[in-house]
């Protein structure tokens, strides 16, 4: 199997795998950051949302292979201390239900708001849309994206 | 953890001390027998070690308190919510307290507790006398220390303070506190003396669920470990015949491929199975490599031959088996007041209309997965299921090992809804792993997880009233269901006590799909029907549907009937509440409100929808709820879990829609299969009833009322009534819209 360096969090990692493994399983399986999530593998669902050169991509949609000179941002490395502004806003609204497909949902955030600053309720609802939530807590995720806003300006 | 050998118990409470080896005391205690209503005592209970225990309260010498929960997080914040309660009593600091997670086995934890709706309501009151009993005990041991008499004595924040002005943390007493009797009859607080209860706390697993720490199932590695993804039968009712596995083999990093299904079927054989069991009739093809990927990629290599020798079955055929079984005489009888059948002769006028339910899968966040590593000496699980302690035994059995050498760590799970209940992949683990002898992890792909799942029963509803001189006289219910029918109580719910002249009777049709409980089963949907019918029972009447509600309820309060489930009183406040958050009826034009109101899960629910209309299609815009569910322990938690209920009964309603083409489902992933997103979200905006009654359930009491409620605004915008879900399907075959 062939070799692949990726840059991954503000590190270098060398990975061993099949050409064709989507960066969600690269992470996940032979790198141990397991907070990038699977939900549906077909780009449908948003759980596996990482930053490619800073913008929201889906992991699972993503070769090893093609990969050689972007910088990938996970959630393990959104901040060094769990303090992004996203994330303290997720704890201050207390968004998560089960949990599951919030790092996704925060990783979309994270990357939306570098674009948008300032941005309208019918604009986070769009820029969430893709991202699926199972238990539903869209009405505090619509929140924290406000309240993260307002701290991130 | 190291003890010293003196221990403590207290035969009410069910609960032991001990001084920790390390410094502190230890305080164990049953967290599931505690949560049972008529818990039985264990008989001996001196001989108890702390290995029978299931939930610990570790009271430091610096007097921080860590409650090792053995509650696993479906998320429904029970984890962060029971500890609530327990330093409550205990009058610590929440800063103070911290909850883990407490490893788990089922050796070593005899009663494990799977969360849900019924957590809070049965531990209630063991969990206050818990806190409270170990307060006292510490108060005690100051007393002792200021040979003064502990009624003098006060504890607050963690501190106790006497009359003299002396105070004592805590850890400076922990270690004679352990030693002392444990009290009995201790006193438990006032409502109002509550400080953490009723605090907005902020879910205790926030840091790790925001930094994407390792919590869920699928994040589970250990040493060795194996990946495994599993080939089932793409029509339900159909057998292995035989499988090509040269590609598969191919594939880079897979490693065997190997088939399973013995070890569940002869036990399925033996009779102990529950018929959840049906997904394992036949043999899987199983594919095992070094990572995921390759697991999945394999997989998709493998050819295979299946047979049926049963009739693959169609939602077509199940429509028309639904009707057929309503029509038909032979249904059970579920509750019987007064006689339908002679107030239907006598009445002005008699309604009758039919509901339809699709079957529904859970489609948890987090696809079904487990880890299991069989050795010759024992079996350890891990992994997020519901019931831990019945899949441990199950696969004691399956296997022949003794229960006690088989352990089970829960994780956290992403998502239940029901679907966790049912182990069927903690057995396809252990399976693999007694095939292998090697550590492995189960991973369902979506596909997988949509189309081999454990689906809501799709059921029929025809429901049938009568009118005398503008009352409701006569009510019969007919539940016809591939699948299972509703359980117990159900019957006993509103509006049974409320009309004279009552009857529930079910009829069920069982086939090859796999049906199991689906959050709040059965009134998921049961609420939509009956809620939808007295909407229009209103519209005949010509009286306002809310105050048709009222009306009825009238009747079943102060009932001496003991087998009614709800409370007309309650019902009526939290209805009450409900009309007047939402200015019932004081809307502005272009905005259409529908009410519904059910009780279940012991906790009262009525919500209000409010839908607006774009280019003639309904748009949810706003649900206003008000919730009778006693005490809010934590109300962030709380709206948080009636948010979530709401918007999962509209999303449903609304969009799900699944059906079976010869015996295979008709969808496969989130590409056709519509889950409601943030687009279609309304507002929820969420009141609760105030009062100073035991706290009841909230994952899934907020569900059923939802869909009613979106229904009859849709009502009041389009006049056209939904007979079916989803609604989407209803609206785009009417002719309102083309
Ligand atoms: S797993 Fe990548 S979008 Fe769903
Ligand atoms: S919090 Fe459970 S899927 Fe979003």
Redesign the interface.
Known sequence: MPNYTLYINGKERSVTADADTPLLWILRDELNLVGTKFGCGIAQCGACTVHIDGVAIRSCQMQVSILDDVKITTIEGLSADGKHPVQEAWKEIDVPQCGYCQSGQIMTASAFLEENKNPSEEEIREAMHGNICRCASYNRIEKAVKVAADKMS | MKFQNKNNFSRRNFLKTSVLAGGGMLIGFNLLTACKPDAEMPVDIENLNFNDFNAFIKISDEGYVTIFSPNP?????VKTSMPMIIAEELNVEWSKVNVVQGVLDTKNYKRQLAGGSQSIRFGWDALRQTGATTKQMLVNAAAIKWNVNANTCKASKGIITNSNGDKLGYGEVVKEAALLEVPEDVKLKKVSEYTIIGQ?I??V???K????????G??Y?AEGML?ASVLRPPSFGQKLESFDATKAKKV??VIDVITIGDKVRNFVKAGKNNWTFKLSETDKVVVIAT????A??GKKALSAVWVTDTKLESTQDHDKILTKVLDGKKQNIRREDGDVHKAFSKADRVIEKTYHSPFLPH?????MNFYANVTAEKVHLVGPVQTPEYAASVVADMLGYDIDKVSLEMT??????GRRLYGDFVYEAAEISNAIKKPVKVIS??EDDMTTGIYRPSIKYRIKASIKDGKVTGYHLKEAAVGGNMYGLIPNFFPAGCIPNYKVETGNYRGNITTGAWRAPYTNFLAFAEQSFFDELATELNIDTIQLRLDLLQNVKGTSDKSIQYSGQRMEDTIKLVREKANWGKTKDGVYQGFSAYYSHNTHVAEIAEIELKDGFPVIKKVVVAVDCGVVVNP??AR??V??GV??GI?HAMYADFSFKDGKPSDR???TYR?????E?P??EVHFVENELSPTGLGEPGLPPAGGAVANAINAALGKRMYSQPFVKELNDSSILS
């Not at chain 2, 489609?363 to 696809?367: G, W």
């Open positions: 997080e479906i998320g429904q914040g907005e902020v879910n697993d926030i840091d669920i925001i930094t994407g720490k390792p919590l869920f699928l994040d590695k990946y880079a990093g990572n995921t990927w390759a999945l990629k489609n948890c966040m987090e696809p956290r799970m992403g998502g239940g809804f792909s979506r962030t938690g948080n879990q948010e979530g918007l999962d999303g992933n989130f590409d889950l409601i997103r943030m687009q979200t507002k929820v």
